[in-house]
C-alpha cells in the first residue's frame, strides 16, 4: 500500500532561515506526490505536486520539493522562512490503484517561525 | 479562484442524532471526495463519489454513513446515530479528473463535536 511518512512532528526556524520539511514514501509504482498546507481554521490547501515530470516540483509562496527516487524522499523547502509559513504541513501520496484518486496523508509537520 | 464551499463551519450534536454536512463542489468538478480528521490524528479517506454512485469507500465508512448529490450543486454526507468518536474535522474535496495526477481543492472543514 502507499504510505508517507514525515519524520519530523514539528520544526521551528527563525524568520529569514531555510525550511527543510522532511518526507518519504513507500509505492509499488511511481507516485504522484503532493504537499498541503493547513493554517488554523483554514482548509487545506495545495502547495505543490509531483506527477512523474521534472523532478524538481516548484510550487506556491516559494516552496520547493525534489523527488529523490533512490531516496524515495520528498522533501519540501524553503530558502527565507516568512512569519506567514507557520501552519501544519502535509505529505501526501496518491493511490489509484483502483482507477479512483485517493489521497493517503502522512501525520503532518508543524512548522513553527520566530521572529 | 473557484472554491470547494462547506456548511456549516462547526456543528455540535448530541449523541444518537443525525447531521447532514454539506458541501458545494467546484462546479467543472466530476470527482467528490470526504476526509476527515480527528484531532492529532492524521487526515482519512472516507469516500468518493463518481457519476452519482460511490467510487470507493474506506473501512470507516460504514452503514453509519452515507453520501448524496441531491441536486446540480451540492454533495451531503449523512452520518446517522453520531457516536462520539465522530467528533472529528470533515472535509470535503472536489477535483477534475479522478486518476493519479490531478489535486484537490479542499474545502475549509466542517468541526463536528459530538456531545
Known amino acids: 500500500a502507499q504510505s508517507v511518512t514525515q519524520l519530523d512532528s514539528h520544526v521551528s526556524v527563525s524568520e529569514g532561515t531555510p525550511v527543510l520539511l522532511r518526507c518519504n514514501y513507500s509505492?509499488?509504482?511511481?507516485?504522484?506526490l503532493f504537499w498541503y498546507v493547513q493554517h488554523p481554521n483554514k482548509g487545506l490547501q495545495l502547495l505543490l505536486k509531483?506527477?512523474?515530470?521534472?523532478?524538481l516540483v516548484k510550487g506556491i509562496n516559494g516552496f520547493e520539493a525534489e523527488f529523490k527516487k533512490s531516496e524515495t524522499s520528498f522533501h519540501l523547502t524553503k530558502p527565507s522562512a516568512h512569519m506567514s509559513d507557520a501552519a501544519e504541513y502535509f505529505c501526501v501520496v496518491s493511490d489509484s490503484r483502483t482507477g479512483f484518486q485517493k489521497l493517503v496523508f502522512g501525520t503532518g509537520t508543524r512548522l513553527l517561525v520566530s521572529p | 479562484e473557484p472554491e470547494v464551499t462547506q456548511t456549516p463551519s462547526h456543528q455540535v450534536t448530541q449523541m444518537g442524532q443525525e447531521v447532514i454536512l454539506r458541501c458545494v463542489p467546484i462546479?467543472?468538478?466530476?470527482?467528490f471526495y470526504w476526509y476527515r480528521q480527528i484531532l492529532g490524528q492524521k487526515v482519512e479517506f472516507l469516500v468518493s463519489?463518481?457519476?452519482?454512485?460511490?467510487?470507493?469507500k474506506s473501512e470507516i465508512f460504514d452503514d453509519q454513513f452515507s453520501v448524496e448529490r441531491p441536486d446540480g450543486s451540492n454533495f451531503t454526507l449523512k452520518i446517522r446515530s453520531t457516536k462520539l468518536e465522530d467528533s472529528a474535522m470533515y472535509f470535503c474535496?472536489?477535483?477534475?479528473?479522478?486518476?493519479?495526477?490531478?489535486?484537490?481543492?479542499f474545502g475549509s472543514g466542517t468541526r463536528l463535536t459530538v456531545v
Open positions: 463519489f463518481y457519476n452519482n454512485e460511490i467510487s470507493e
Open positions: 474535496a472536489s477535483s477534475e479528473i479522478g486518476q493519479g495526477k490531478g489535486g484537490y481543492t
Open positions: 462546479s467543472n468538478h466530476l470527482y
Open positions: 509531483y506527477t512523474s515530470a521534472a523532478t
Open positions: 509505492s509499488s509504482y511511481s507516485p504522484s
